[in-house]
């Protein structure tokens, strides 16, 4: 098919769609291709004739969200890559004198979710202030940072689910069983951001608040951010940790990988961090494959010497 016909054969609007586009700098590594289609739709209707129009023309669908845990092929990624960009709404909904409900899209960035709930006296999201990302990516990723997981305050998420009779939209309810550290019932992609057959994107989350004093939730928040800074996780493009934490091993990932003498240790342009041993940096000049082969020397030589294996936190998308 011809990309350029596609606005006109799938009545899409022709804002919504761009073709060849560079995909490096929607990603905190600021590395990667490009996509054939992009397409950044701005309703839930646009969301789902455009997933209808794909899926029958055959066209693979991927989804980005803040591009923070992601690293793409330097070949880019073929079909088409949503982006939930304008799915950028937040409402505050009062449950009671107590517990407060904050319903926000999943192109919210965490940041500025936690600065709304700061000024709103809400309780809940201080842990995450600084944290990159998206309301999307944080639910996927199910993120953690100061011994708190999203899927701590997570109340409900609206899905568009993707079944062999059609693509429709439904009401997920947490439940404690499907969730673990860093692990979320939506991680069932096996090529990195790609969508399968059953897969589900998350259109927009409901999360539980409390009220309480707003002068510290913004101080407590804004603690967060400036750890955040002092540990350098903005120096340089990064997706921030490269690899999870792991109880077996009995030390941060960041400090085995010190240990192991690859602080400041580079594969073309890509680097361990000088100041932090668990984040891989690009230097200014790095490719995909700089990067991956850094992130598997990594891993083959503290299995080497510990013999554990390092399992990475970063997805990688697109073509090989």
């Not at 400041?264 to 342009?269: A, C, E, K, Q």
């Not at 083959?300 to 970063?314: D, R």
Request: charged content about 25%; some cysteine.
């Amino acid at each position: 098919m011809d990309l350029k016909q596609i606005p006109k054969k799938s009545g899409l609007p022709e804002n919504s769609l761009q073709f060849n586009y560079p995909l490096k700098e929607l990603t905190s590594f600021k590395i990667g291709g490009n996509a054939d289609i992009f397409f950044t739709p701005r309703t839930e209707e646009e969301l789902q004739n455009g997933a209808v129009f794909f899926r029958l023309n055959g066209i693979p669908i991927s989804v980005i969200g803040g591009g923070k845990n992601l690293l793409i092929s330097d070949k880019g990624i073929r079909g088409a890559v949503i982006s939930l960009q304008h799915f950028s709404e937040i409402k505050i909904k009062n449950e009671n004198e107590t517990e407060i409900l904050i319903e926000a899209g999943a192109g919210v960035l965490i940041d500025e979710l936690a600065d709304r709930a700061g000024e709103n006296s809400l309780s809940g999201f201080e842990d995450f202030g600084g944290l990159p990302g998206t309301v999307g990516g944080a639910i996927f990723m199910n993120a953690r940072c100061y011994e708190k997981s999203i899927s701590d305050i997570l109340v409900s998420a609206r899905t568009m689910v993707f079944n062999p009779s059609g693509i429709e939209f439904e009401t997920y309810l947490f439940c404690d069983d499907d969730w673990d550290y860093k692990k979320s019932p939506f991680q069932i992609h096996t090529e990195g951001i790609k969508i399968p057959e059953n897969g589900k994107i998350i259109v927009s989350a409901v999360f539980k608040m409390k009220r309480s004093d707003k002068t510290e939730i913004k101080a407590q928040t804004e603690l967060r951010r400036k750890d955040r800074i002092q540990k350098g996780h903005f120096r340089a493009p990064s997706a921030g940790s490269t690899f999870k934490n792991s109880r077996k091993i009995g030390s941060p990932s960041g400090k085995v990988i010190e240990e192991a003498g690859l602080k400041g240790f580079s594969i073309g342009g890509a680097q361990v961090a000088p100041w932090h041993g668990n984040f891989v940096i690009n230097k200014g000049n790095a490719s995909s494959a700089d990067t991956l082969k850094l992130i598997e020397y990594i891993q083959k030589t503290v299995l080497e010497k510990t013999g554990f294996l390092l399992e990475p936190e970063v997805i990688f998308a697109g073509e090989k």
